[in-house]
């Protein structure tokens, strides 16, 4: 194979290694998750079993911040070497049209490629269509680096590093016919990685988070009858999660995608004696369903917009290169996005969310807050273009998927206020976090999205864990009424990084969420002279009072957990040493990621040198597969605007509780408030409590609507369809038994068996009369018969 | 020296040896018959031996001659059995394989 060749010649580049090899990073964890299903059981000491998992994820982690400090070595210094990369550049997209023409002569070699890169690459330069074809020649050349000179919208000339590909021929079968991207009769389906910024990104995001949550459980689900079985599923799910952030074609993505889901399942309803939780697990496994059928639907109508292609690059690039209509991006991306609602918690599809909660809480730390959750956001940053171009609707200002986040900002925060239950208020919380990333992708700020989930994944697995810690301490119980209240003095550390990770999700300078929300508020153009891509003003306000919402019921949450009187019943106390300690990194990492994008106008030479790294890290150049997107410029005035907005709806919660606290230390709610005054508000908080009805919707109006009718229509089916066939099937067969017996069984094999014996008896009878016994009559017979051979012999010679 | 000449003898025991072997009832008279069969026999090797100057005939007949004595010892075996179990040699008693 000339290009292992060539790759051998060179000399060896540890980066380069990373890069093409990141698949070890799931395959260790799938290794893991193998050994613990197998020999789980009968390893020494069945409650050690965590220490595979753990030293699996350890490596896993391990690669993956290699990984990506490579990365980020090798930007800054492209960056520093600037100049020099762009005169090198010309060459090199020379040397990648060249390496074109060879790979064209030797078709074996091409197979190899993820892409059909060359036939693409050859019609648009026959069409002259742009520019960018030369320079992105060969935009995966199995793992050759090559350099684009990135148009990030400000025309800085940042150079981007290319994403790095590397593929194995899955299988091969026939095309459908018509045109193929591919050129050829045959349509070859590739299993591959991406290591570009996005996917490493996840990648840290996940194995760090992991890591933090094998550690967490090893005291959390101690002695748990199915310990085993937990771990397990850990790795599982960590190694499809990354499989899946890794695929380099949506077949793959959708593999990972159910395998997250199959896992999210299983581990929901860990505790599936009680039929909550097993409820709760078939109503995540059942809602999600409903979103695959749209993510199928999306991606086979890409996978023939495409030219046959599953490739995530290839469909990329052609969804900003014209090669896919505008209908054909339109419809994936509508059908994409009931995906990404049912994954990603999105409003009307986001209720089996908080039922997600029965699961352990590291589970839901991991799965339901930090990793699989944002599965579908993810995705919509890996097919951006698609959804960026086909939810454009030209002439008009309202984008689908951006109206879509906006409203889930707004709903799940309002539902967050009337839970009693810490995890579900957190739950309701990362709905509504769901909805600023999916806004943000949804009017252009990829990056803001992309960093939110970066922010929210650290903030929000800290704030799980210390909802886990606090159940652990309160007898089990997450309910914050009755045995909540008052342990700050109890619970220091908890309370501390508890502290932390709120004020990190409220958005409180200098924390994390802080400097992310700001960005999507940025975004969305609504607020003057921000000069992003769009002009949503209504989003803006949406998004503003989604943080209002945000700082308000998490005030709530602080008040009720750690303020006022002690409710329980039982002494708590901040959690052991291996529990304390993930909690202690995720609050520190809460404060300092935000700093990875601050404006670069912000805290003058210091911004100008160190601000949006994040995005020069991991937002890929735009041009060749990434549609080219302004960047709102940060505004002081939103900022203060936004923080106010928090503090103000933090202040009035307060209040309201401090209040109640001076007239009764033990209350929790008031009595005689407006609820009870107000018609209105009481039939707002009955909309509120009961989840706007959804649940009755989809489980009275749609389950209970569906399944009479057609538990009837399946009856009658089955009365008079399936017996009626049985039925007939039984009666031709008894008529035609008696036929068969009368005339085929007596008639013909009997009546021949029985000729045969008659025959065989009076043939015997005819030839006994010769055998008489007597020597001459036998003598004469031989004599005779010789005679007549010997005449016979005569005659005829 | 005429070939004809030995092959009517040959003939002549032959039918004799056949009438002998069809009509007689005494056990050892119908294998001594099928002696003069043989002996007819014989003659017509050593006869067509000579006349075609091959000496395949003389082995023949000097072959066929041991086994005729074997086959009266055999047969001259079961005269005698047959004469100690009916002490008769009447072949025509020996009708015992009758169908």
Known sequence: MSIFAAAAAETFQPSDWLFENVWIVPAIMAASFLYILFFGKTFPGKDRVHYVGLAAITVALGFSLATAFMWVTQYEDNQSHGSEASSAFVG????????????????????????AEDNRVGSLQAAGEDEYALGTGLLTDSGELAVEAGEDGKGEGHIKAKSVVRCLEWFSTGSFGGDTAQGSDNLTFNIGTIADGQSIMMLVVVTFISFLVHLYSTEYVKGDRRYVHYYAFLSLFTASMLFMVLSSSTLQLIVGWELVGVCSFGLIGHWWEEKPNSDAALKAFLTNRVGDIGLLVGMIVLFFGAGQTFDIETINYLAVHDGLSQTTMTVAALCLMTAVMSKSGQFILHTWLPDAMAGPTPVSALIHAATMVVAGVYMIGRLYPVFWFGLTIPGSSLNALAFVGALTVVGGGAL????????????????????????ALGVGAWTAGMFHLFTHAFFKACLFLGAGALSHACHHSFDMKAEMGGLRKRMPVTFATFMVGTLALVGVFPFAGFWSKDEILVGTGG???TNANGNYTLLLIMGLIGAAMTAGYMTRVIWLVFFGEYRGHVDPHDPPAVMKYPLIALAGLSVITGFLNFPSDWFGGLGTRYGLKFEQWVEPGGGSTFPVIGHGDSNLALAVIASLVGIGSAAFVWNYYQKLYAKDPNATEVTDGLRSRNKAAAGGYALLENKYYLDHLYEGAIADGTKGPLARAAYWFNQNVLDEIVNTAGRTSTVLGRFIYRFIDQGAIDGSVNLSGRGASESGGLLRKVQSGRIRQYASLMFGAATVLAAVFIVAI | MYLTQYLLLAAVLFCIGVYGVLTRRNGVLVLMSIELILNAVNINMVAFGTYNADVGGQVFALFIIAVAAAEVGVGLAIVLLIYRNRRSIDVSDASLMRG
């Open chain 1, 92 to 115: 090199e997209g020379i040397v990648s049209t060249v390496e074109a023409d060879e790979k064209e002569e030797s078709s074996g070699a091409s197979g190899q490629g993820c892409l």
């Open chain 1, 416 to 439: 967050a206020f009337v839970q009693n239950d810490v995890k579900k208020v957190l739950a309701y919380s990362t709905v509504s976090q769901l909805g600023y990333m999916v806004l």
């Open chain 1, 527 to 529: 607020f003057p002279s």
